[in-house]
Nanobody
Framework: QVQLVESGGGLVQAGGSLRLSCAAS????????MGWFRQALGKEREFVAA????????YYADAVKGRFTISRDNAKNTVSLQMNSLKPEDTAVYYC?????????????WGQGTQVTVSS
């Protein structure tokens, strides 16, 4: 069973930075991808970024391109999301999940996520 633990959220002013981490365990991930998603209050969960474990190929939502960077540490089974130039509209609970390739559909249970709040 896949276990995912997100951390690193907090309160930051617009223009600031935060770094989120996701620790994954429970299976071998080399043939999968990992992704970050977010859900703002009253809105549906949306895709933010993804990275292939094996190749390191990355994908981003248009809303975060050029501001967010996803990376992985294969040895530690952790995935990070560096978020720069944060905007109030980035405020949301951020979740990570294992993604099946090539559909990039999430396959793990959603964890509690980590809250990111950006003040204007």
């Amino acid at each position: 069973q896949v276990q995912l633990v997100e951390s690193g959220g907090g309160l930051v002013q617009a223009g600031g930075s935060l770094r989120l981490s996701c620790a994954a365990s429970g299976r071998t991930f080399s043939s999968y991808a990992m992704g970050w998603f977010r859900q703002a209050l009253g809105k549906e969960r949306e895709f933010v970024a993804a990275i292939r474990w094996s190749s390191g190929t990355t994908y981003y939502a248009d809303a975060v391109k050029g501001r967010f960077t996803i990376s992985r540490d294969n040895a530690k089974n952790t995935v990070s999301l560096q978020m720069n130039s944060l905007k109030p509209e980035d405020t949301a609970v951020y979740y990570c999940n294992v993604l099946i390739v090539p559909s990039y559909s999430p396959i793990g249970s959603w964890g509690q996520g980590t809250q990111v709040t950006v003040s204007s």
